[in-house]
Structure formats: C-alpha cells, structure tokens
C-alpha cells in the first residue's frame, strides 16, 4: 500500500497562487507516477497533471499549462503543484495520486480543497 497525505488547500483570490504538497509513504517503489487530480462541484474527476520518478512530466488539462506546475522532491517523497494565477474555475477538490504513467491512478490521498474566489 502507498499512503498520500495531501495539505496547502484552501481560499485565494482569483489571480493569486497556492502550492500543494503530497507527502508519500509506505511501498513507494510500487509506483512509477504521482499526479494531481481535481473534481469540481457536479463534474468528473480529472487528470490535472502527473510526474514520473525520473521528473517527465504530464499535463494533461489544457486550461492549466503555463499556470501549473508538478515537481517532486525525491529525497522528500514529496510532490508538489504550484498553482499560479488561478481562476475561479480551478475551484475544485484536488486529490494527490500514485500510480502507473502517465495517468497515476491506483493510490488516492484525501483531496484537499481549493476556492478561489472573484
């Protein structure tokens, strides 16, 4: 079993930033992928970005490129999104995932939750 923890949710003006960060632990070495899945009030859950131990890097939600960004800190078990200019359509439940490249899917943190307000 791999065990997330994800925390740096919370509410930010339109315009503003947050970082979240995905502590992992237990049988790390089972996974080749972490990611950042996010559902928004009456949507599906989606793929926002995912990471490979080696740093390749997925983005695959358009609406987030070149204002997100997934980095991990290996040393750290750690993941990380930085998210940059953020919209009021970010507005979601983030969830940190591990799992196979490059949709990570298997392992699910708890989700953590980001408001940005107008």
């Known amino acids: 079993q791999v065990q997330l923890v994800e925390s740096g949710g919370g509410l930010v003006q339109a315009g503003g930033s947050l970082r979240l960060s995905c502590a992992a632990s237990?049988?790390?070495?089972?996974?080749?992928?972490m990611g950042w899945y996010r559902q928004a009030p009456g949507k599906q859950r989606e793929l926002v970005a995912a990471?490979?131990?080696?740093?390749?890097?997925?983005y695959a939600d358009s609406a987030v490129k070149g204002r997100f960004t997934i980095s991990r800190d290996n040393a750290k078990n750690t993941v990380y999104l930085q998210m940059n200019n953020l919209k009021t359509e970010d507005t979601a439940v983030y969830y940190c995932?591990?799992?196979?490249?490059?949709?990570?899917?298997?392992?699910w943190g708890q989700g953590t939750q980001v408001t940005v307000s107008s």
């Open positions: 995932t591990g799992g196979n490249w490059p949709s990570p899917r298997h392992y």
């Open positions: 237990g049988r790390i070495f089972s996974i080749n992928a």
């Open positions: 990471i490979t131990g080696g740093g390749s890097t997925n």
